[in-house]
């Protein structure tokens, strides 16, 4: 079984910072890509930021430049540093993770962490 814990939403006020981390874990052969997805009240969820297990990196137009994603794969770990945060970033943060099983690779989802922007 694979669980993601994410961890580190709260309330900020805009042009404040967070920084999100969601730790994988389950009995795999190791993790593939992970991301960071959103949803706001009455929206789709949407792709924030995500990351191979190499290393490359891809952000949505709205975040580039102050979300920054990062992982460290000994701890099975992903990152999403934000910054200069706006009303607009305010959603239920999810993150993803694709695992590596023996019969092949199924994508995971996290419970969500709350981030609220107040103006």
């Known amino acids: 079984q694979v669980q993601l814990v994410e961890s580190g939403g709260g309330l900020v006020q805009a042009g404040g910072s967070l920084r999100l981390s969601c730790v994988a874990s389950g009995n795999i052969l190791g993790f593939g890509a992970m991301g960071w997805y959103r949803q706001a009240p009455g929206k789709q969820r949407d792709l924030v930021a995500s990351?191979?297990?190499?290393?490359?990196?891809n952000y949505a137009d709205s975040v580039l430049g102050r979300f920054t994603i990062s992982r460290d794969n000994a701890k099975n770990t992903v990152y999403l540093q934000m910054n200069s945060l706006k009303p607009d970033d305010t959603a239920v943060y999810y993150c993803k993770a694709e695992a590596r099983l023996l019969v092949g690779v199924r994508a995971y989802w996290g419970q969500g962490t709350q981030v609220t922007v107040s103006s």
């Open positions: 990351i191979t297990s190499g290393g490359v990196t």
